[in-house]
């Protein structure tokens, strides 16, 4: 069982002239028996951060430490983490036995021992009866499962999971969700899963850092990232759909606040105008509110927002309304069950303002 | 790559011109060369008459032959064993190294050359006062100097190491592309597991490149059992019989003796040996082929 740290961590591939910097001054504390996420898109660094942590990849500057100890120099045999692939990496030629016992083999412990483990962690994870297959013989949920036995089976101090999920399909990866979720709580080991799905961070990291190209952009647990994002990548990455962004000005009319974008203008509530006035740097920001946040009213209601309905996308449980504020402006709202809305029509739009947000435009650091 | 039957068809079709012009082309002349095997054409003036096995009987009970067969058992041995194995550890120490193109390269040359080139290369390096022992006496190691290629007892292995030289460089390529064709993950996932070094080749990578020697293996046999130019181009079949193989012996018959019948039984037995490795062979690409 082993805490994580990563102190000022850089990593900077090179081919020839080019310089890639994929992981740019990092620094992390993963806590003991904690399941935290690395999230990002595609080419933000998290996979990178990964294999610095496994040493596979060695890091051009900073510190890692694994249990307290420093592992830059270690190599990943004996950094004793486990870690699954994407692609699961089983070796083909051997069974699903061989493939699990294959750590235990390599670190020369008596064969009793190693059939008791392997059949432990294979009844754990319902694999008992592939022991004899070969890969190419699995589904790839099966396939998933003899992955995580191979890490599991070793016991190591920190798992370290790349996207296990992603090659699942759809209703698979809901339900492996929830497995692993459980089968991490069980074992209590630090595990540190990567993923660009937002949707698998939020229910199962107990801590998730969101990455962007290299640089990490906020770390918390999934609530404080959901409604208190540290700037308007982390606002726009978590939440399905996204949250709405628009742009404006934040001016005073006679002694008033008022957010003015371009097709609308609402005066701010007091509490609130008192904390953009004491911050924001400049004028123009941005401004953000959730789906979820927004109520729609058919009738013209004071200080509300005039939009006409664009387009509906009903999910069953709840319906998405789009709707146009002006042109090329379309927000996307939670809509009310029970009122039935159709293209064109003309609505009101109220903001709760306990939980919009406010981002400053050039730093797109979050304001409010 | 998995495709639909109709494809596999089509496929079929599409190589059936050629398959039909080699057709016509090898099988009638082996069809033909067979038959002149059985003639009595034992001199410069064509004759064709029927005379069974005969030939082969006479050729496989000279001296000549037996000397030729053992050398070429001993060629493919000696050959195609460090040829393969020197491919493979060389092609992963290559890939290691992250320098591939600059180490094929240097280890593709010796393939590009042609034999006979290669042939003369090595008879000067080979030379009483040539490159190889100048090299041995510089370095001290004066026990090693020895005429290679005129002394019975090494001239067969100095000529062994010519083909070893050429053939390396394929066996390497071939071996490469199998390593490199082995998802990187997997070899990842073994390091973080603990493996490393030679548990890792032997463990991970020779396993999964076991098709690549099925490719290396028969090749260099077949190379083996039909060397002629460099022993043409560096001695001759000499000194004595002490580098004559198969395939020398059939030119010398049928082009310098102009006992073109004996010759051509020799081919035939040639092509009868080297049926022993390819019908194997084929049957399993063929079985892959067609799934």
Partial sequence: MADVRLVHVTKVFRSGKRAVVAVDDLTLDIKDKEFFVLLGPSGCGKTTTLRLIAGLEVPTKGEIYIGGELVNDIPPKDRDVAMVFQSYALYPHMKVFDNIAFPLKLRKMPKREIERRVKEVAKMLHIEHLLDRKPAELSGGERQRVALARAIVRRPKVFLMDEPLSNLDAKLRVMARAYLKRLQRELEVTTIYVTHDQVEAMTMADRIAVMNIGRLQQVGTPNELYNKPANLFVAGFIGSPPMNFVEGVLREIEGKLFFDAKYFKIPLPSDIEEILRGQAPSEEVILGVRPEDMRISLEKVPEGIRGRIYVLEPLGTRTIVNVELGPELIVKVEGPREVDLRIGQEIWLTLDYNRIHFFDKKTEKAIL | ?291
Avoid at chain 2, 57 to 79: G, H, P
Avoid at chain 2, 250 to 267: L, N, P, Q, T
Wanted: glycine share 6%; with cysteine.
């Fill in chain 2, 1 to 291: 790559m998995r495709l639909p039957r109709r494809y596999k068809i089509i496929q079929f079709l599409i190589f059936l011109g050629p398959i039909l012009t080699i057709t016509v082309l090898l099988y009638a002349m082996i069809a033909w060369c067979t038959y002149i095997s059985m003639s009595d054409w034992r001199s410069a003036a064509i004759s064709l008459r029927f005379v069974g096995f005969r030939n082969y009987a006479d050729v496989v009970s000279t001296e000549r032959f037996l000397v030729s067969l053992i050398n070429n058992i001993q060629w493919m041995i000696l050959f195609m064993i460090p040829t393969t194995f020197l491919g493979l550890v060389l092609a992963y120490l290559i890939i290691m190294t992250g320098k591939e193109t600059l180490f094929r390269t240097i280890f593709l040359l010796s393939t590009a050359i042609s034999m006979t080139v290669a042939g003369t290369l090595w008879v000067w390096m080979y030379a009483s006062e040539g490159a190889l022992n100048t090299l041995f006496k510089m370095l001290g190691l004066n026990f090693l100097v020895r005429p290679w290629i005129s002394d019975p007892s090494t001239a067969l292995y100095a000529l062994i190491f010519v083909t070893i030289w050429q053939y390396l460089g394929f066996s390497i390529i071939v071996f490469e592309a199998a390593i490199k064709g082995i998802d990187r993950a997997i070899v990842e996932a073994a390091v973080v597991d603990g493996a490393s070094g030679l548990t890792l080749f032997f463990r991970i990578i020779l396993p999964q490149v076991k098709h690549a020697f099925l490719i290396v293996v028969p090749l260099l046999v077949l190379a083996a059992l039909k060397v002629f130019d460099v022993v043409y181009v560096m001695t001759r079949g000499g000194p004595g019989l002490s580098t004559y193989v198969l395939a020398y012996f059939m030119w010398v018959k049928a082009f310098w003796e102009r006992f073109m019948a004996d010759g051509a039984a020799i081919a035939i037995i040639i092509l009868l040996l080297s049926l022993v490795v390819v019908i194997p062979y084929a049957w399993y690409a063929l079985k892959r082929w067609f799934g």
